[in-house]
Each structure stands twice: as C-alpha cells, then as structure tokens.
C-alpha cells in the first residue's frame, strides 16, 4: 500500500511503504513543427501540422504514442487549458503511417499504443477502423490501443460502432466523467450530466472495452467534498471500471477557473478537504477497480486494488487526517508549483 504526498515527506513517516516512482502526467514539451521529443521511455513525432503537446495516462508511460488528433471538440471545460490554443486537426493516413515507419523498429511487434488526442473517438468509425489497420501493418500484434475521449463521443457511436473498434484492437478508454454530481459537472462546465456518463460507461461496458473513468478530486470547490465523493461513488458503482484514475483540482493560467477565481466565483477546496474527499469516496465505492492517484496532480500518491485495500487505505487516510493539519497539507501539496495537465 503506497501513500505518499507529492513531495513524500511526512505522510511518508506514518506508513512504512516503499514508495512508488509517480507517474508525472506531465505533457511532453514539443513546441517546434517536425521534430522528435524525447522523454525516458518515450518520443512522438511532431507532425508539420501539428502545434500540441503530447498528452497520455500517467500509467501508459511505457506505450507507443501516435499522434491521431490535437485540439478538442469541446474546449470548454473551466478548468482544462490543454487544447484552447489548438486547432482541431485528425491525421491524415499519410501522417499516421509517417508516424509508424519511423517507429517501425523502435517498437516491438506487440507494443502497446496510445491514440494521442484530446478526443479523437469523435473521428467517424470507418477512420478509426482505417488508423487501426494501418497500425497493424506496422505492429500486428500490438497488445493493445488506448485514447482519452469525452462522454459526448461514446454517446454518439453505436454499441456496434464500438464493437467493431473493439473487435479491431481498440481495448481501452480513459473517459473524462470527471464528477457525479450533475451540480460540480455544470459548474466545471462538463457539457454533460451524471446520466449521459452512465449512459457512456454502460455502452464501454457492454461493447467490453475497459473502462477506465477519470475523477477530479476537488472539481466542486470548497465545501463540496462529500456530495461530490459519495454521488462520483455512487455513479461508478454502477458499472465496471478497469481503473479508476483521479488527478486533484489545480487551476491554471489560461483555464476559465484562473479568471473565475479572481472575479470571486471559484473559491478552491482546500488539500485538506480533497483528502477527506479522497476518503469519502474510497468508503463509498463498493466496486471491483484499480484506483490510480499516481498523476501529479493528486493531493496523495498511492494506488489501491479495491475493494481489497479498502480497509486498509480508509485506515491510512484517516490517519493522515488525523495527524496533519489543514496548514500542513497544503504545505504538502504546494498546488501553486503545479503548471500543468
Ligand atoms: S478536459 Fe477534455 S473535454 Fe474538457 S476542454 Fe479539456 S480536453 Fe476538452
């Protein structure tokens, strides 16, 4: 069991537990056209068109990243700046198979592949089907395809579209759900309700392509910890998730929170609350997941196989709370020196 704050220094005194190395969740800093960024495990092409950074899971460190699409169709939630300043644009296949021989030997056969993009489920199936059997003249047994995409994009595929993504080698999304509580959704600007999500995820469930929702711990602003844990529990318990994958309210220049914030209308929950947050949620989620607060972002890094860390990572939790005080966790968090998604 792995609890850490994102400095590791005094949560780490209350539990004896080797800690993890942190996924940084970090885009890759590529900013001129056509050029080759390295990180330890991983490089992208940057396509000519192409102006945004690459951004994937924390826990997809490891995989091939191909750039599909940049920008977001939606581009519009308070507290994302990811995509404002970039267009939306999908690959061409030339584009995409440029991608592929220069990694063609780089990668083994069986590699697995993130779809780099804010959202590019939102491409017609029939060009997601063509990307996919491009991929696989390069990599023909790639282990698996992974994307991020909104709520809106599932909706608006078939369970049959899905399928034959599915059946194609697409196996897993990370969705933006974000909230359960339909009041925190309108207020960070979601473009979606509780039950559009569930819709969502019950399609991904049925189409058995994991799941994989992602939750921000925080989204709600002060005072709003519990309602906003136990209706996120509560909507997840409803479906089958992979992973659950959270990352913690950080508001940054150029996000429709920063200016929200000055004007008075955001007022930021503290650390201390999106712990209790944290805990909340973990009592109330009565799933079979894998919950993952490795991102940067989170208050405390630590991952837990539910439910059988349950009990343990409640007990930790509390203890934590018990032990520090709200000045001391903001401490330890230190929010302000995060600059980004
Ligand atoms: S969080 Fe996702 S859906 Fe919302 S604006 Fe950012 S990229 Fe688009």
């Not at 996924?23 to 056209?33: D, I, P, R």
């Not at 977001?72 to 404002?84: D, E, G, K, P, V």
């Not at 925080?218 to 709003?224: A, E, F, M, S």
């Given at each position: 069991m792995f609890i850490r704050t994102p400095q590791g220094r005094k949560a780490a005194r209350l539990h004896d537990a080797t800690m993890p190395l942190t996924?940084?969740?970090?885009?890759?800093?590529?900013?001129?056209?056509r050029r080759i960024c390295k990180s330890p495990q991983q490089e992208t092409i940057m396509l000519e068109r192409f102006t945004e950074p690459a951004y994937r899971a924390?826990?997809?460190?490891?995989d091939l990243l191909l750039r599909i699409t940049q920008g977001?169709?939606?581009?519009?939630?308070?507290?994302?700046?990811?995509?404002?300043e970039h267009q939306f644009l999908s690959v061409t296949s030339e584009e995409l198979e440029e991608q592929l021989r220069y990694f063609a030997d780089a990668y083994p056969r069986n590699t697995p592949i993130w779809f780099v993009?804010?959202?590019?489920?939102?491409?017609?199936t029939a060009t997601l089907l063509a990307h996919i059997a491009l991929v696989r003249r390069y990599?023909?047994?790639?282990a698996a395809i992974t994307l991020q995409t909104r709520v809106a994009d599932v909706l608006h595929k078939t369970l049959s579209d899905l399928q034959r993504l599915r059946a194609a080698g697409l196996s897993e999304i990370f969705l933006?759900?974000?909230?359960?509580d339909d009041e925190t959704l309108r207020f960070i600007n979601k473009g979606q309700s509780a039950a559009q999500a569930l819709a969502a995820m019950r399609k991904l469930n049925e189409a058995e392509i994991a799941l994989a929702p992602m939750y921000i711990i925080?989204?709600?602003?002060?005072?709003?910890a519990e309602r906003n844990a136990i209706r996120t529990a509560e909507l997840l318990n409803q479906v089958r998730c992979k992973i659950i994958s959270t990352t913690g309210l950080t508001v940054f220049p150029g996000a429709p929170f920063w200016a929200m914030r000055e004007r008075g209308e955001l007022t930021e929950m503290p650390e201390y609350e999106k712990v209790q947050e944290l805990l909340a949620f973990v009592e109330h989620y009565t799933g079979e997941s894998f919950l993952y607060c490795?991102?940067?972002?989170?208050?405390l890094h630590f991952t837990a196989s539910l439910p059988r860390d349950k009990a343990e990572i409640v007990e930790n939790l509390r203890c934590f709370l018990r032990e520090h005080t709200p000045e001391e966790v903001e401490e330890l968090v230190n929010r302000q020196e995060k600059a980004s998604i």
């Open positions: 996924g940084t969740g970090q885009a890759l800093a590529l900013a001129a056209a924390p826990c997809h460190a490891n977001c169709t939606w581009n519009r939630c308070h507290f994302c700046n990811m995509s404002r993009g804010a959202n590019p489920l939102v491409l017609p990599f023909p047994d790639f933006g759900v974000e909230s359960g925080g989204g709600g602003g002060k005072g709003t490795l991102h940067y972002l989170n208050p």
